[in-house]
């Protein structure tokens, strides 16, 4: 009988021993052992190298004993692979094209083939794969059409979605279809994730926060349900991730993952009584939460473990990723304080 990890048993909301715990980003540069390797090997080339991607993976399991690892690679390397020059810029972050217009540069992309154009991320799974112990889960994972859209149009990071909205508002069956060669493209590679052997599929929209529930109806929910009804019957749980969404939490109930993310804004009793005991939910810390002296970051972590625990379906993480300049100590406390915490018949036994 194979293991199934209690990572997988909590995404499925089945009745778990301990509370799974991963970070969001543990792999990076609050990392000493990753900002060595970081300095010899610019980002990009750590991806694309599956035996540098399969080390950096491992780092943070090795050091703290998460139940989860993360493959180490970018969302925007599939716009890369879709036909858009990427490039990742000390001070202004990703960069996408050569100044072409983000209507030229949307026009330009078709959907790859995952296999023969990103093949170094299959190559890294299987790598991991056959290197983490069984009871670890490989969490494989892509943007979201939404998320990749913004910096497809923008070129980049923006603040205000000026050029994603604009577009949206003046040309809305162009972005439909953009959104549509976004999910084919995306169906494809998240399946031969799954034959290369992740366990679960982790799809990032941290972006949707700026849409209102109506627009995110009727622009957003659509391609996202296509996307997760695809996967249905792979045999995979996949994990729905956003920030600053609590908004759209019965919006996104409705995109039918498994697992929700929950960013910090929000109670976690609250939201785990508004979407009830069948759906699993991840999170809910605050990043800046590790910033605090060991006890109280403790009591930070017991308190959200005392209302997310409460039913079955409950993982540990943070809200958003891990903070460059975060304390490694914090971290291990973090682990080992979910580790500790006693199940009992909360989230290992029934529902009230
Ligand atoms: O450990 C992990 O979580 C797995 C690897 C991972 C990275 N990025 C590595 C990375 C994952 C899952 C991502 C997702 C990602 N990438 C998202 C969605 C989640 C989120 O954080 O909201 C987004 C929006 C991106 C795009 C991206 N990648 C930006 C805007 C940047 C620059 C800003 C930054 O944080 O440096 C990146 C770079 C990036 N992606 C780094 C890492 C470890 C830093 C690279 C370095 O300089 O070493």
């Known amino acids: ?3 199934v990890p209690i990572f997988v048993k909590a995404c499925l909301a089945q009745p778990v021993d301990r509370i799974p715990v991963w970070i969001m980003r543990q792999a990076g540069r609050y990392l000493p052992e990753y900002r060595n390797l ?54 202004v972050g990703p960069r996408l094209g050569k100044g072409e217009s983000g209507e030229e540069r949307v026009r330009s992309i078709s959907a790859p083939d995952p296999v023969q154009e990103m093949g170094y991320v299959m190559d890294a799974i299987r790598q991991i794969k056959g290197s983490i112990n069984e009871e670890v889960a490989l969490i494989g994972f892509s943007g979201a059409p939404f998320t990749l859209a913004t910096y497809l149009i923008e070129g980049g990071s923006t603040r205000d979605f000026y050029a994603t909205k604009s577009f949206m508002y003046q040309q809305p069956s162009a972005f439909h279809r953009l959104m549509e060669t976004l999910a084919d493209a995306l169906d494809a590679f998240l399946k031969a994730q799954i ?9 990032f929209d941290t972006w949707a926060m700026v849409l209102s529930p109506k627009d995110y109806r009727e622009f957003v929910l659509p391609h996202m349900q296509r996307i997760v009804a695809g996967l249905k019957g792979e045999g995979v749980p996949t994990i729905h991730y956003s920030l600053g969404t609590s908004t759209l939490l019965e ?18 009793g609250e939201a785990r009584q508004r979407l009830g005991p069948d759906r699993a939910v991840q999170g809910n810390l605050d990043p800046f939460a590790l910033f605090q002296d060991g006890e109280r970051l403790e009591k930070s972590v017991q308190e ?19 903070h460059q300049k975060t304390p490694v100590e914090s971290v291990q406390r973090l682990v080992d304080t979910v580790h500790a915490f006693p199940v009992g018949d909360a989230a290992g036994g029934s529902a009230e």
């Open 1 to 3: 009988m194979p293991v």
């Open 38 to 91: 970081r300095q010899k090997t610019p980002f990009l080339t750590l991806c694309k190298s599956p035996g540098l991607a399969t080390e950096v993976t491992l780092q943070p399991l090795e050091r703290f004993g998460m139940d989860a690892a993360i493959l180490f690679s970018d969302i925007l390397l599939l716009l890369e692979a879709m036909g858009v020059e990427l490039a990742f810029d000390e001070k």
């Open 195 to 203: 034959e290369a052997g992740v366990d679960a599929l982790q799809l």
């Open 251 to 268: 919006e996104m109930e409705q995109i039918g993952t498994d697992v929700l993310s929950l960013d910090w804004k929000i109670d976690i």
């Open 304 to 322: 959200i473990l005392e209302k997310g625990a409460r039913w079955p379906g409950y993982i540990f993480n943070l809200g958003h990723g891990i």
